[in-house]
């Protein structure tokens, strides 16, 4: 199947998530997740509308983006090790995976140094699973409040990664608790933070994620095949 009609499978299902949950499909935005593939695909799927690309290694991102010259949009998804920060600066839209302060702080530091701003969410561990990257959810408040001190970065959200279940609606459970601890930290009214964004769900149970409230849904074997 070409990567056009499994995205058009995609953007139906989205929208009939959001219907059910009585939502705007407008609401919900479609992260394509393209690490280990060609820019060719990423090229094919711009083509085919879709305009927001993840990415979860520094050093393949860096290289796809001189291969790809349309004027798409880069996420990045995956753990973020400080020392790669500057390779990211003013690359990429939105850092899906702030865990811990110091990891903001140098991406505070080079965007600022291109007197820009950077968008993040802040990845919490809603599991506690120890395989999972993120911050504990009584950590996230803090860190949230931490991270809107530095002068180049701008909260957005939250984002998590639940357990692998083969049944989706076993993840149900983690996807509301990520919705209420963002009502939570909305409630605080910390300056210069919104709750505006929630990423949640892939390509196994994102239709759950949109149900409970995700804004922005990680998708990538369902769009371009198993890997």
């Known amino acids: 199947m070409l990567i056009a009609q499994r995205l058009d499978r995609i953007r139906s299902r989205v ?22 593939r060609p820019p060719e695909d990423v090229v094919a799927a711009f083509r085919a509308g879709q305009t927001i690309f993840g990415e979860n290694y520094v050093q393949e991102l860096a290289a796809k983006a001189q291969g790809v010259a349309e004027p798409l949009e880069w996420h990045f998804i995956g753990h973020l090790q400080s020392n790669k920060v500057r390779y990211l600066a003013g690359m990429v839209t939105l850092v899906h995976s702030v865990d811990r302060l110091s990891l903001a702080r140098e991406i505070d530091r080079q965007w600022g140094m291109l007197g820009r701003c950077c968008d993040l969410l802040v990845q919490v561990n809603i599991s506690g699973e120890a395989t999972k990257s993120g911050t504990d959810e009584r950590g996230a408040l803090q860190l949230v409040h931490d991270i809107a001190l530095l002068p180049n970065i701008r909260v957005r959200g939250l984002m998590t990664m639940p357990p692998f279940f083969d049944d989706p609606e076993r993840a149900r459970p983690f996807f509301s608790g990520l919705k209420r601890l963002s009502e939570m930290i909305a409630g605080e009214a910390v300056p210069g933070v919104e709750m505006k964004e929630l990423s949640m769900g892939m390509s196994g149970d994102f239709e759950v994620a949109i149900e409970e409230g995700a804004t922005l849904v990680r998708i990538g074997s369902a769009i371009f095949g198993d890997r």
Do not use: F, I, Q
């Open 15 to 36: 929208a009939d998530a959001a219907v059910r949950a009585d939502r705007d499909p407008e609401a919900v935005r479609l992260v394509a997740v393209s690490k280990t």
